[in-house]
C-alpha cells in the first residue's frame, strides 16, 4: 500500500547560503521540507540535522544536478514516486560570476542559463497543475538586486535575473484568480559562498552597505510571500539602489556598474 500523501515545501539549492536558509526557516515554521541540490554531502548533513531538530515534521532531499535538461522531470518524479505533494515551491538554486564576457567558455554560460532559467521555468510547469489544488499555494522565485540593472562584466548573470523577475511578475498576474500566489525575491548582497564573499570584498564599500546574512534575507522573503506580496527586497539599502536606478541617467548608471563590477573581474 503506498503511503499518504504529505504537503511539503520544495527548496532548490537548499544545501548551502539562502536556500538553506530558506530550507530551515519554512522547518521553523512546522513544514514539510523537500531538500534538492547537488548531490553533496553537505545536503544530507543539512537534512539530518533538520530531522533531528524537528522529529516530528517530514524531511526529504535529492541530489541532482539542475544544469541537467532532464533534472527538473526527475524531481518531479521523485515526488510523484513518493507521494510527496507540493503547495510551497521555492526556485532558489542559481549560480552568479563576473569578468568579461569573453573570459568563460560558452559551455559555462549555457549552464548557467540552464539552472537560473530553464530549471525554474520547468520545475513551475511541472507543479503548478498540482498546486492548483491547494486552498493557499505559493511559488518564490529567487531573483536578485541584478534584476533591475543591465550589468556589464555580469552580463549572463543579470539577463538570467532579469528573466527570474519578468516571468515572476507576469506569472503571478496570470494566477490572480487562482489560489497560487507568486512572490520573487531580490536580495543584493548575501555572504554565502567563498566566491561570492571574495567578490564582495573586492567592490569595496557599495557592496557592504547592502549586506545581509542568509537568515535576514529568508524570514523577510518568506514573510513576503505568505502575505501573498510581488516582490521581496530584503534591506533598506537595495530598496535605495533600486530607486537610485530608475533616476541616475543611463549613461551614468553603465558607467558606474561597469567600474564598480570590472574590480570584481581583475
Ligand atoms: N549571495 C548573493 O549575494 C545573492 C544575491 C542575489 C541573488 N542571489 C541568488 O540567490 C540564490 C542562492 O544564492 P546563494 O548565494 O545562496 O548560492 P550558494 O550559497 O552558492 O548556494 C547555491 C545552492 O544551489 C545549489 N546548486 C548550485 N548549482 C546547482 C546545480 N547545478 N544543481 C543543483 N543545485 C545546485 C548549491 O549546491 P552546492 O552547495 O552543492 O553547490 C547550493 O545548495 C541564487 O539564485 C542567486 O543567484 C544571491
Known amino acids: 500500500m503506498s503511503n499518504p500523501s504529505k504537503v511539503y515545501t520544495l527548496v532548490t539549492g537548499a544545501s548551502n547560503g539562502i536556500g538553506k536558509a530558506l530550507a530551515e526557516n519554512c522547518a521553523a515554521r512546522g513544514f514539510n521540507v523537500l531538500l534538492v541540490a547537488l548531490p553533496e554531502p553537505k545536503l544530507d548533513e543539512v537534512t539530518a540535522a ?5 522529529p516530528n ?26 507521494n510527496y505533494d507540493v503547495d510551497i515551491l521555492v526556485n532558489n538554486a542559481g549560480l552568479g560570476n563576473s569578468g ?29 497543475p498540482e498546486m492548483k489544488s ?7 522565485n529567487v531573483g536578485s538586486m541584478a534584476s533591475f540593472f ?33 512572490t520573487v525575491l531580490c536580495p543584493a548582497a548575501v555572504l554565502t559562498n567563498p566566491d561570492v564573499i571574495q567578490r564582495d570584498k573586492e567592490m569595496g564599500r557599495a557592496s557592504k552597505m547592502t549586506q545581509q546574512t542568509p537568515e ?10 505568505f502575505r501573498g506580496r510581488p516582490v521581496a527586497i530584503p534591506g533598506f539599502m ?9 533616476i541616475i541617467p543611463y549613461k551614468t548608471q553603465m558607467r558606474m556598474l561597469a567600474n564598480a563590477f570590472i574590480k570584481q573581474s581583475r
Open 57 to 82: 515534521q517530514s524531511f526529504d532531499a535529492l541530489g541532482t544536478n539542475m544544469m541537467d535538461k532532464d533534472s527538473p522531470q526527475q524531481i518531479y518524479d521523485w515526488c510523484k514516486s513518493n
Open 150 to 182: 543591465d550589468i556589464p562584466y555580469k552580463g549572463i548573470y543579470s539577463a538570467s535575473k532579469r528573466f527570474v523577475y519578468s516571468f515572476s511578475r507576469s506569472l503571478r498576474k496570470e494566477l490572480e484568480d487562482t489560489s497560487i500566489s507568486v
Open 100 to 128: 568579461p564576457f569573453l573570459s568563460r567558455d560558452s559551455s559555462f554560460y549555457f549552464g548557467q542559463m540552464q539552472l537560473n532559467m530553464v530549471a525554474l521555468v520547468m520545475l513551475t510547469h511541472l507543479f503548478l
Open 238 to 246: 537595495p530598496k535605495a539602489y533600486k530607486a537610485l536606478g530608475r
Open 50 to 54: 533538520l530531522k533531528q531538530q524537528y
Open 134 to 140: 491547494h486552498s493557499k499555494a505559493y511559488v518564490l
Open 216 to 225: 535576514e534575507v529568508a524570514e523577510y522573503a518568506l514573510n513576503r510571500t
